[in-house]
Each structure stands twice: as C-alpha cells, then as structure tokens.
C-alpha cells in the first residue's frame, strides 16, 4: 500500500474544500485499484458532491438546519454549538474509498471530493490518501 498525508488549511468559517486535485495527483501513476481517503478529525468529514454550481452552500446550510449551533450539545468546550461539530463525522463519514482505473479517479462528470469542515475551531486540517493496487 502506498500513503500520503497532506495538511489543509480551511479556515475560520464553515468551509467545502476541494480536494479532488490532491487525490487525482496522488494516484495519477498508479494504474488500477482503490484509493481510501481518510480525514483523522473528530469534528470534519468527506463527501463526494458537485462542486461550484450551489451543492457545497447548501450543504453548509443544512448541516447548520440539520445541527443548529445552540445550548442542546452536551459536548460544551469550544465555540458555542461546537457539539454539533463532533455529531456531523457519523453522518458525513471521515472516510470514503474511490475506484481508481489507469491512475484515473473513477468519478462522475460532476463529482468532486471534498472536505466538509463546519468547525470554526480547527483550521489545519490532515488527510490521508492511502492506495491499494488491484
């Protein structure tokens, strides 16, 4: 298996950040198999979504609908509403595992990878892009 790790900045604000470049150039020599990426954060997650049309937006704007950022967290340290942040992950995985064929990421027309990071705490950010060949 081949790794990388790579470090991201999203910063202070609710953030959708492309990573599908990233990912696209690690597996570019790697012919067939599978790339997992996986993001080692409590309080962010990955997604595979259109990017640049309004998807990444709403996105933020639901999960804000979905976890609103009031006093019903019992996780309390942080920002104010920061619990929300640490339910996302079971819902929008830190994890995803992407097919790979001719060191080509098999993904749709419109599809991007991307980190979805709500947290307004943390703003580095690592992700790991771990090849298997097959």
């Not at 900045?9 to 492309?18: L, M, N, R, S, Y």
């Not at 309080?43 to 979905?66: K, P, R, Y």
């Not at 920002?79 to 995803?96: K, Q």
């Amino acid at each position: 298996m081949d790794t990388v790790e790579i470090t991201l900045q999203t910063g202070a604000a609710p953030a959708v950040v492309d990573i599908t470049a990233h990912a696209a150039g690690f597996v570019a020599d790697k012919g067939d198999g599978l790339l997992s990426v996986y993001l080692p954060h409590a309080t962010a997650g990955l997604a595979i979504v259109e990017t640049g049309a309004g998807s990444d937006d709403d996105l933020l704007a639901h999960l804000d609908t979905l976890f609103p950022r009031d006093g019903r967290w019992r996780h309390r340290h942080g920002a104010p509403g920061h619990g929300a942040d640490h339910v996302m992950p079971a819902f929008v995985s830190p994890s995803l595992v992407v097919p790979v064929a001719a060191g080509r990421l098999m993904l749709g027309t419109w599809q991007s990878l991307v980190l979805v990071d709500p947290n307004r705490d943390n703003r580095t950010r690592r992700v790991r892009f771990s090849f298997l060949p097959g």
